[in-house]
């Protein structure tokens, strides 16, 4: 009769390794599935911005155009302090192949209520409507506060941004910047999953 050689131990802990690494990875891609999910139903929302219906005077804005372009007042009626902070975290960017592209800057209470109207009507309440857009009592976009960035400018400040005070406030938005001047010292604060869960969004 021959010997077995090699524990059973030892021929499982392969296997059972290899099934860990493969749960990890099926996790990993569950989890990125779902941070996309979230990306998509905000740039669904978001694309209104370049169909038309919102024209220049009330924030829609061209594709195309950057932190420069004083012309459009989605860009022009931006906070002085956010729009400083742009141009020069832009400027030191420019080196680097990197434009500050707006998709969506300042905008009016109509263009606001209309985007979030739809945002009701596309997935089907205002809770669910929360997690994507304002309503313009609450909106920093309605303020001048806030600015939605090409995916360059948004990349490029996601690793550079604190320096300008520039920070990513939601996580399902990672085009979505505001000032904040305290991160040049203390970097970004920790961001919301999504606008629900920003106090400043509760009436």
Not at 57 to 74: A, C, I, K, R, W
Request: charged share 20%; proline share 7%.
């Amino acid at each position: 009769m021959s010997r077995r050689t090699g524990s059973p131990t030892t021929t499982r802990r392969p296997a059972a390794a290899g099934l860990l690494v493969a749960t990890a990875a099926v996790a990993a891609t569950l989890v990125y599935q779902s941070a996309s999910s979230s990306v998509r139903l905000v740039s669904e929302v978001l694309r209104g911005d370049h169909t038309g219906r919102a024209v220049p005077d009330e924030g829609g804005l061209p594709n195309g155009v950057t932190v420069f372009d004083d012309e459009y007042p989605g860009v022009a009626n931006l906070a002085p302090d956010l729009i400083g902070a742009l141009r020069a975290a832009a400027a030191d960017a420019s080196p680097e192949g990197v434009e500050f592209r707006v998709n969506s800057g300042w905008r009016s209470r109509e263009y606001q209520n209309r985007l979030r109207r739809e945002a009701v009507a596309k997935y089907g309440s205002t809770r669910a409507a929360a997690r994507l857009v304002a309503t313009a009592d609450t909106s920093a976009h309605v303020s001048g506060n806030a600015v939605d960035l090409g995916s360059g400018a948004a990349a490029w400040l996601s690793a550079h941004g604190a320096a300008y005070g520039l920070c990513q406030i939601y996580r399902n938005e990672p085009w979505h910047y505001e000032l904040r001047p305290e991160a040049i010292e203390n970097g970004c604060p920790a961001m919301y999953p999504d606008p629900a869960h920003d106090p400043r969004m509760r009436p």
